[in-house]
């Protein structure tokens, strides 16, 4: 948000952040949607009332250490993702998301379409003299824990913002996984529903403190705040289609 310092809790040269993250039924995201833009800002990235649209492609290495790691709870962890917004490459990013225990950090960097075609195809040498931390820890990852693309994410965002406390809260709907094509460009992808009932994933994340009104807008969702991974959920969705 423009105008805005972090003041987010360093570790290291990585700024973390909060995160919780919720299962909201249908039946209450329109209540809730519209008590949260009395208080908060839609994000200026939106393209329409729903919000805007992101796809992600997520590696793993060999043994699948990310999706185990997610599964038991590992404190600290990380996975490593290309993403785009609304199927365009006018802006790709390979990201870096890492976990330390209630705390996130997101880094990234940007990549070129030929660059992401390269990776696609498995040739990764020309990240190896990158001025990037994550482009270079990926090609590094790539090399000697045989990192390959492992699943698809797809979905709407609808964000907010709140001034006070950097909060960014989101609802992510329609969540769909691949089961054809590992190519978040492919125009003739085939994805299916990852989510069965009816329900999104909503989030929020803050810096070190989530201000009193934001509190009391989501005191009913405490006891369902749940630890909701989108690249799991769809990893063992296609598993009933493919073995990724």
Same mark, same amino acid.
């Given at each position: 948000? *423009? ?20 299962? !909201? ?10 008590? !949260?833009? !009395?208080?908060?800002?839609?994000? $200026? ?12 492609? /997520? ?10 790691? *997610?599964? /038991? ?97 989101? +609802? ?5 996984? #691949? ?18 009932? $009816? ?9 070190? +403190? !989530? ?11 405490? #006891? ?21």
């Amino acid at each position: 948000m *423009k105008g805005i310092q972090s003041t987010g809790i360093q570790l290291g040269n990585k700024r973390l952040r909060h995160e919780l993250k919720y299962y !909201l039924r249908l039946s209450h995201y329109e209540p809730l949607r519209q008590k !949260l833009r !009395l208080i908060a800002t839609p994000d $200026p990235h939106s393209v329409s009332e729903e919000g805007y649209h992101i796809r992600s492609l /997520y590696f793993d290495d060999y043994h699948d250490t990310a999706l185990y790691e *997610k599964n /038991y709870g590992v404190f600290q962890r990380k996975k490593y993702r290309i993403r785009i917004y609304n199927k365009s490459d006018a802006v790709i990013k390979m990201e870096r998301k890492s976990k330390f225990g209630g705390y996130i950090c997101k880094e990234s960097a940007s990549i070129t379409r030929d660059e992401y075609e390269q990776i696609l195809a498995g040739d990764v040498e020309f990240l190896r003299e990158t001025e990037s931390a994550v482009l270079r820890d990926f090609y590094l990852s790539c090399k000697n824990h045989l990192f390959r693309p492992r699943v698809i994410t797809d979905y709407v965002r609808e964000a907010y913002l709140v001034r006070e406390g950097n909060v960014r809260i989101t +609802f992510d709907k329609y969540l769909k996984a #691949n089961v054809n094509s590992l190519d978040i460009f492919d125009e003739h992808i085939m994805m299916v529903r990852a989510i069965h009932q $009816p329900m999104m994933i909503m989030e929020v994340k803050y810096d070190q +403190f !989530l201000p009193f009104n934001m509190r009391l807008l989501l005191q009913n969702l405490s #006891n369902q705040r749940s630890a909701i991974s989108k690249y799991v959920i769809c990893r063992e969705e296609t598993k009933k289609y493919y073995n990724l």
